[in-house]
């Protein structure tokens, strides 16, 4: 076998050189060794890879130089991390449904959304089975920096669990922070910019209904987020069977909002958090640069007052696709 496969190579690059050199070799070489190694594995007796080598398909295959469909995923962020707990964070737990997440660079990136495909259909016997052409939109995302700084006294840390209290302390801040700019329609990452509000119903279950018709095609995962006082309300009113996810957030204020992780962009760092006692803060929540001539007061030295800090930072970024996300604005219920 391996000496035919050979002489086929060796005719295959013959050929090329009569008809134009190496330019050419790869289409012809692609072609006619496939169709020699299927013909090689039917003779062979083993049709399953014969049939295998040839395929012909309706469309064309997912190519990276294929804008709009393949061209966009060899740019895709890299991995999944998870960076807060989700249980402090609405939009974190959105956040942690979507298979968007990934790796964010130091500069503005192209993130992508799939667009619903068309279904799939029944096949007669002998018939072709259509393939499937995907679609993707490439949204820009650009990265901005979230973070908190907390502060402790040496003794704490010796003589408490000062340390595990002040993580969740920066956790919940961030978590905060991430639903403060997600559910608005603020930018540069309110995810309500420029929607129009859906009617409110009389209940919650007629406002699930507006905003689910509200959304074209809206996936299993779609979830919705209420104000925190809302929330043993709607669990009430939609019952134990109801099918999506839901989060209180007391960023919602009287918005019943609905988000298909599916058509959310969204790009993130690997999340940092950093302890030490060799740093001069600015002790305020609305810190002003430390720097000749500004006046930051008060300011602390921490290895001269044995204190400690802890900061914790991330990079992230976000976009919606438009169709992807609804809201309800002052609620009846």
Excluded at 121 to 131: Q, T
Aim: charged share 15%; aromatic share 4%.
């Amino acid at each position: 076998m391996e000496t035919i496969l050979r002489n086929i190579k060796q005719g295959i690059d013959g050929l090329n050189q009569r008809l134009g050199g190496e330019a050419k070799r790869p289409r012809y070489a692609q072609q006619l060794l496939l169709r020699a190694c299927s013909d090689l594995a039917r003779m062979a007796g083993n049709h399953v890879l014969a049939n295998s080598l040839i395929q012909k398909a309706a469309v064309d295959p997912a190519m990276t130089t294929v804008t709009g469909w393949a061209a966009e995923l060899t740019a895709s962020p890299g991995g999944q991390l998870l960076l807060m707990s989700t249980s402090r964070s609405a939009f974190a737990s959105i956040l942690a449904r979507s298979s968007q997440v990934g790796i964010l660079g130091s500069t503005q990136q192209s993130v992508v959304v799939l667009a619903s495909p068309a279904p799939a259909s029944i096949v007669g016997e002998g018939e072709p089975i259509p393939v499937t052409q995907g679609s993707v939109s490439a949204m820009p995302v650009s990265p901005k920096k979230v973070a908190g700084i907390t502060s402790f006294t040496g003794e704490q840390s010796k003589r408490s669990n000062v340390v595990s209290v002040a993580r969740a302390l920066l956790t919940e801040s961030l978590g905060k922070g991430l639903d403060n700019l997600a559910l608005t329609d603020q930018p540069p990452f309110g995810l309500l910019q420029g929607l129009t509000p859906v009617a409110a119903g009389s209940d919650p279950l007629a406002d699930v209904q507006a905003l689910l018709a509200a959304i074209p095609d809206a996936s299993p995962l779609t979830s919705f987020v209420m104000h925190t006082s809302r929330w043993p309300q709607f669990l009430e009113a939609v019952g134990p069977g109801f099918p999506f996810a839901s989060f209180p957030s007391s960023a919602a204020g009287d918005k019943l909002i609905a988000v298909d992780p599916g058509g959310l962009a969204a790009a993130v760092s690997g999340g940092e958090v950093d302890v030490t006692n060799e740093a001069t803060l600015h002790m305020s929540d609305a810190p002003a640069q430390i720097v000749a001539g500004t006046t930051a007061n008060p300011v602390r030295s921490l290895w001269q007052t044995d204190t400690l800090a802890m900061r914790a930072a991330m990079d992230i970024a976000w976009a919606a696709r438009s169709g992807s996300v609804a809201f309800v604005e002052a609620v009846t219920w």
